[in-house]
């Protein structure tokens, strides 16, 4: 087993000692017992690192080598990565909680297919283009957008490090990457398979850190833009302090997303999914699909097999591959969750399985739980619990399943269960969300996904998600431009 335990940051390509003695502990949300621990990034890191990275941009000879140059260093790291993917899924679990079957799958081969498809992207991105103006060729740029700072949270620290990283690198932007203070671990070990691929100096840091951290990093004024993934609450004030600068930003946020049952959906088929699209990753998922609407004829029946697919669900060790639910990333997760499940009681919702007992003595688990007679005024109707709690809501009519599916401060993701796929189509086009699915619900990582209202500002994976890290330049000529070789 790799060493759980870092005594340095990656702060501009090199191993460096932190500013302070402040330390992060990794406590296994299983065992409740520290399994690593790694320095904490203070505000004279953020600055050592920015400083660094501005150096890369503004001199360095990172955004001036060509694409190809840039993504030949890409491929070189997902080499490396590859052969590591099976053992930081696992390294994942361990300090989140993810259980191994999704961790395998959507942490790691997530984070390297996101490699591979970004690389694919860029291969056929308009770098450089032109076009026919009104006083002549224009010639449209796609200049890197510069020193880029990622946050991101803890759920799936990898696969959200990824899509930020990966093309603001193909881009030729510098980057600071801050990971959540659960998860320092995986990814300063992804710093060192960074530091295999010896990448100029100053492109890329890696800092863990918490709130002070990453504001720091935020408010720095040698970075041009912040890419979020996180809460809508920390979100919004991220956006306030970038827009006070106007420093570029984009936010990938919270969401409640309701998976609609129409009355002519296979009840077995679609549960069976559900099982995956609302409760992954232990129900700690942003798309996680957790307000499910039924009409009153399919009330019972839905609810009936939603009781009995989580009814079997293996909770415990997140190590053991026939885990369906592992143990919520912290103690505070446990408590915010069951405080939700106390509410869902108190406001008059029906429980129909689950509770506030935790199910085992060690462990920051929560019991499936599942709700019905719920209003989608209720705080479990509308707040992202972020644990595997699932309300059932009852609809009147088609109009109504869209209306509360819509009464939502979140717009990132939904879906529709149905036999008839053009009707599915005339549903989706009537929902106020980024992504939807129809039979199904998962990220296909090479199309835009994002979210509408409070989920988020901006795209990830793609075209438009290697967008973000450009700025465009319109260059004019009173003279024919040569051709573009
Ligand atoms: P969070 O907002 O508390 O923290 C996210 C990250 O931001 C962490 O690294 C944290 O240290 C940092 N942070 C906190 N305060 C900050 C500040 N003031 N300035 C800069 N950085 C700050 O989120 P969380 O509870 O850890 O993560 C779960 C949330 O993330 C959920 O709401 C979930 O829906 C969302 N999420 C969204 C997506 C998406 O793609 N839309 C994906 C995964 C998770």
Request: hydrophobic fraction near 40%; charged fraction near 25%; charge should be negative.
């Amino acid at each position: 087993m790799r060493s759980l335990t870092y005594e340095r940051l990656f702060i501009g390509g090199r191993w460096e000692a932190p500013a302070t003695g402040q330390r992060i502990a990794v406590i296994s949300p299983h065992t409740e017992e520290r399994i690593g621990e790694t320095p904490e990034a203070t505000a004279g890191d953020v600055d050592r690192a920015v400083q660094a990275a501005r150096k890369a941009f503004d001199a360095g000879p990172w955004p001036r080598m060509t694409v190809d140059e840039r993504m030949e260093k890409v491929e070189k790291l997902a080499t490396v990565y590859a052969a590591h993917t099976d053992e930081m899924a696992d390294l994942i679990t361990a300090e989140m909680g993810s259980p191994r079957s999704f961790s395998r799958l959507g942490q790691a081969t997530g984070a390297l297919a996101q490699m591979h498809l970004t690389l694919a992207t860029a291969k056929e991105f308009p770098w450089i283009e032109r076009r026919r103006g009104l006083f002549g060729d224009v010639q449209i740029r796609r200049a890197p957008v510069g020193v880029v700072g990622a946050i991101v949270p803890w759920n799936v620290p990898q696969f959200l490090i990824m899509p930020k990283m990966i093309p603001a690198l193909i881009a030729g932007c510098a980057v600071v990457v801050k990971p959540a203070p659960e998860t320092p671990i995986d990814a300063l070990w992804l710093a060192e398979m960074l530091e295999e691929v010896d990448l100029p100096e100053g492109v890329v840091s890696v800092l863990p850190g918490g709130r002070d951290t990453g504001e720091h990093l935020v408010r720095h004024p040698g970075v041009d833009k912040v890419s979020f993934t996180g809460s809508s609450a920390t979100g919004r004030h991220i956006a306030a302090v970038c827009g006070e600068q106007l420093k570029r930003v984009s936010l990938e946020l919270g969401g409640k997303s309701a998976a609609i049952i129409l009355d002519d959906a296979d009840i077995d088929r679609t549960v069976e999914h559900l099982k995956t699209a609302s409760l992954m990753n232990n129900g700690q998922a942003c798309v996680a699909q957790t307000r499910i609407l039924v009409s009153e004829r399919r009330h019972d029946d839905v609810v009936d097999a939603l009781s009995a697919m989580m009814s079997g669900l293996q909770v415990g060790d997140p190590a053991d591959d026939a885990t369906d639910i592992g143990p919520l990333v912290a103690q505070r997760q446990q408590q915010r969750v069951q405080g939700y499940i106390d509410a869902g009681l108190t406001e008059g919702a029906r429980m129909v399985l689950g509770g506030t007992d935790s199910p085992r003595e060690r462990g920051w688990y929560v019991q499936p739980t599942l709700f019905t007679d719920a209003t989608n005024e209720m705080r479990i109707a509308r707040e992202e619990i972020f644990g595997p709690v699932l309300t059932v809501l009852t609809y009147s009519d088609e109009r109504d399943a869209i209306r509360i599916a819509n009464d939502s401060d979140y717009g990132l993701a939904g879906s529709v269960w149905t036999a008839d796929i053009a009707h599915g189509l005339e549903i989706a086009a009537q929902i106020r969300t980024g992504t939807y699915g129809i039979n199904m619900y998962t990220l296909d990582t090479t199309m835009p996904f994002g979210g509408f209202k409070q989920s988020g500002i901006g795209r990830e994976f793609g075209a438009e998600g290697l967008s973000e890290y450009v700025e465009l330049q319109t260059t004019i000529s009173a003279d024919k431009m040569p051709d573009l070789t």
